[in-house]
């Protein structure tokens, strides 16, 4: 890959997120924003007179003849990321795919296959990964802080955090999934990158349609126009992974249930030296008498591997042959293929081996 001087992007959705996206783009010093795409046009001509982007279209298709584009960040309706993100791909653009990667593995596959065909940068852009808190206690495990890592439990669990019912979200031919594809699958990512652990062997899990269904449960994101669409996706989940050198993961994730906080969210480790939670930065261990005295200390301090904590700048440095993606395929892939096994195995009832 020839590496780039500065990087021209195009934006495919102009909904909520590609708001705080056009910004982080356009701070970066070698990039910028110069197209826009929405079959919604009024959304599009909002976004770029605020953000001071020239070029504005209705379909993806004319946004990708623009041979100006170096890369673009998609961030649409779940349904339309892998079709978007191939046919990015095609016109030889590189790419940055909003979360969750795909409706399933399969689909997730046919984009990783095309962008090493074609030799372009692919990546999703778990933002979650990049803030102080994460890398803190990532670069921890990496000095081998906590000992054997054998058991981490990660969730979001919302009281009421449905993004407005009546929209593409509450959808499962749109959305594949619901809490689970929204949030489920940040806390999953996150465990996995803190505790370095991409190699899962079997998974159990249940979903839950017990809120959105009933018209409850709505939270405040989102600006979709609200429609008569179906709620028929989940808005609670559970899940027990194994991996192969015999650690497990708990993930649990809700956009409604009843509980006493209206928001929950963590990655908490059990290490056999010294256990952590990643928000806040928190290290739990011995004293120097294990018998007497414990320990419990803020991991705020130092320098960060990614000072701009940002996925948008990580591309781009990428792109500009300075920087590691910090979101590899690989890793994006096992992430999707657990998140298929939760589907199949609350269908079935039965655990799923990878
Ligand atoms: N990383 C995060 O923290 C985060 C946060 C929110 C949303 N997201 C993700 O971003 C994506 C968009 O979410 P949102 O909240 O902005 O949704 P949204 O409903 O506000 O916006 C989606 C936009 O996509 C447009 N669209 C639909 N089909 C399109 C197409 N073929 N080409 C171009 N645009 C098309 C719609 O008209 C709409 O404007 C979702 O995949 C969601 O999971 C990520």
Redesign the pocket.
């Given at each position: 890959m020839k590496a780039l001087n500065t990087v021209n992007f195009g934006l495919?959705?102009?909904?909520?997120?590609?708001w705080s996206a056009a910004e982080a783009i356009n701070k970066h010093a070698n990039a910028r924003v110069r197209a826009i795409?929405?079959?919604?046009l009024d959304?599009a001509r909002a976004l770029a007179a605020a953000r001071d982007i020239p070029a504005v279209s209705a379909?993806?298709e004319e946004l990708l003849a623009d041979r100006g584009l170096d890369a673009v960040y998609i961030?649409?309706?779940?349904k339309?990321?892998a079709p978007?993100a191939r046919l990015a791909l095609a016109a030889g653009k590189h790419v940055i795919l909003?979360?969750?990667f795909a409706m399933n593995y399969a689909e997730a596959r046919q984009v990783t296959d095309l962008a090493a065909k074609k030799g372009l940068a692919f990546t999703v852009?778990?933002?979650?990964r990049f803030n102080a808190d994460s890398q803190r206690v990532r670069a921890l495990v990496e000095k081998n802080f906590f000992g054997e890592i054998y058991h981490a439990k990660a969730y979001w669990r919302r009281r009421a955090g449905i993004?407005r019912l009546g929209?593409?979200?509450g959808n499962k031919a749109l959305a594949g999934a619901g809490s689970l594809?929204?949030i489920g699958v940040?806390m999953l990512d996150l465990c996995l990158h803190v505790i370095g652990n991409f190699d899962p062997v079997s998974v159990s899990g249940q979903t839950y349609t017990k809120f959105g269904n009933r018209g409850l449960g709505e939270g405040g994101?989102?600006?979709?126009e609200r429609g008569d669409i179906k709620f028929d996706v989940d808005d609670f989940a559970t899940a027990l992974i194994r991996f192969r050198n015999g650690a497990t993961v708990t993930l649990d994730t809700s956009w409604a249930c009843h509980q006493a906080d209206g928001n929950r969210d963590n990655v908490e480790i059990n290490g056999t030296e010294a256990g952590a939670t990643v928000r806040p930065a928190r290290v739990y261990r011995y004293g120097k008498n294990p018998l007497t005295s414990y320990e419990v200390i803020d991991v705020d301090k130092g320098p960060l591997a990614l000072p701009h904590q940002c996925r948008f700048h990580n591309f781009i440095n990428h792109l500009r042959g300075k920087e590691a993606l910090l979101v590899t395929v690989p890793q994006a892939l096992t992430v999707q293929k657990i998140l298929d096994a939760i589907a199949r195995s609350s269908k079935t009832g039965r655990e799923v081996r990878l």
């Open positions: 495919i959705g102009a909904g909520a997120i590609a795409s929405d079959p919604n959304r379909s993806a961030a649409t309706p779940n339309f990321h978007l909003e979360k969750p852009g778990m933002n979650q993004p929209t593409w979200f594809y929204d940040h994101w989102g600006n979709s």
